[in-house]
């Protein structure tokens, strides 16, 4: 149980053009999703945090009219890139945790979505 | 910033055990510990969790000192598909977000 289902899983895109990503809870339901981005050889790095049926909170420095996060469902999320540059070329990768669940258990990942802007 | 700090990286021979440390000084009362591992270009993957007690599962076992500053991760007989990058985490509430540190490195020698 606790499957994420990320889609696509990889995408190139010309520059100037706009890249939805989606994030799907498969078999729960999920107020909170968490939406990553990593470089080659980096660590993740959280991007914000999709609130379903509110907006969403963006980490310190993540442009939020760039980085358009919807969470209209309890089960979907997506993230859309707008006017993609090459230096967004990265991999995605989006987080949930089931809602009826406890503290104690662990978040699920996504496979995630390697973009590359040309 | 992540809490914990972990080494850069590890080698260990395949069917050996891997002993992966993390040290989290400042860990709270209230949180947990995590790890999780990262196999090259896919999500991370939950491995095991604990709060004071050591835990076991199918995957690993962690071990967490007494006083809590510092935990072991130990894949008993490693693969070579245990070759990832491998995060320790804390974090208290449910809904707390993740924050990644830099992890170790694992290499498995063949």
Same mark, same amino acid.
């Given at each position: 149980? #606790?499957?994420?289902?990320?889609?696509? !899983?990889?995408?190139?895109?010309?520059?100037?053009?706009?890249?939805?990503?989606?994030?799907?809870?498969?078999?729960?339901?999920?107020?909170?999703?968490?939406?990553?981005?990593?470089?080659?050889?980096?660590? &993740?790095? &959280?991007?914000?945090? !999709?609130?379903?049926? =509110?907006?969403?909170?963006?980490?310190?420095?993540?442009?939020?009219?760039?980085?358009?996060?919807?969470? #209209?469902?309890?089960?979907?999320?997506? &993230?859309?890139?707008?006017?993609?540059?090459?230096?967004? =070329?990265?991999?995605?990768?989006? =987080?949930?945790?089931?809602?009826?669940?406890?503290?104690?258990?662990?978040?699920?990942?996504?496979?995630?979505?390697?973009?590359?802007?040309? | 910033? /992540?809490?914990?700090?972990?080494?850069?990286?590890?080698?260990c /021979?395949e069917g050996r055990a891997a $002993?992966?440390?993390?040290?989290?000084?400042?860990?709270?009362?209230?949180?947990?510990?995590?790890?999780?591992?990262?196999?090259?270009?896919? %999500?991370?993957?939950?491995?095991?969790? %604990? +709060?004071? $007690?050591?835990?076991?599962?199918?995957? /690993?076992? +962690?071990?967490?000192?007494?006083?809590?500053?510092?935990?072991?991760?130990i894949l008993p007989h490693a693969t +070579?598909?245990d070759? /990832?990058?491998?995060?320790?985490?804390?974090?208290?509430?449910?809904?707390?977000?993740?924050?990644?540190?830099?992890?170790?490195?694992?290499?498995?020698?063949?």
């Open positions: 149980g #606790a499957v994420v289902s990320q889609h696509p !899983s990889w995408v190139i895109c010309k520059s100037g053009t706009s890249v939805k990503i989606e994030c799907r809870s498969l078999d729960f339901q999920a107020t909170t999703m968490f939406w990553y981005r990593q470089f080659p050889k980096q660590s &993740l790095m &959280l991007m914000a945090t !999709s609130n379903e049926g =509110s907006k969403a909170t963006y980490e310190q420095g993540v442009e939020k009219d760039k980085f358009l996060i919807n969470h #209209a469902s309890l089960t979907l999320s997506t &993230l859309t890139v707008t006017s993609a540059h090459p230096e967004d =070329s990265s991999f995605y990768i989006c =987080s949930a945790s089931p809602h009826d669940r406890g503290r104690s258990y662990g978040y699920t990942f996504g496979s995630g979505t390697r973009l590359t802007v040309v | 910033d /992540a809490k914990t700090t972990q080494p850069t990286s590890m080698d /021979a $002993n992966l440390p993390c040290n989290h000084s400042t860990i709270s009362g209230n949180e947990y510990v995590y790890w999780y591992r990262q196999i090259h270009s896919q %999500g991370p993957q939950y491995i095991i969790h %604990g +709060l004071k $007690n050591n835990e076991t599962n199918e995957m /690993a076992s +962690l071990i967490i000192t007494e006083d809590r500053k510092s935990s072991t991760l +070579l598909r070759t /990832a990058v491998y995060y320790c985490i804390v974090r208290a509430n449910r809904d707390d977000k993740i924050i990644f540190g830099k992890g170790t490195r694992l290499h498995i020698l063949p």
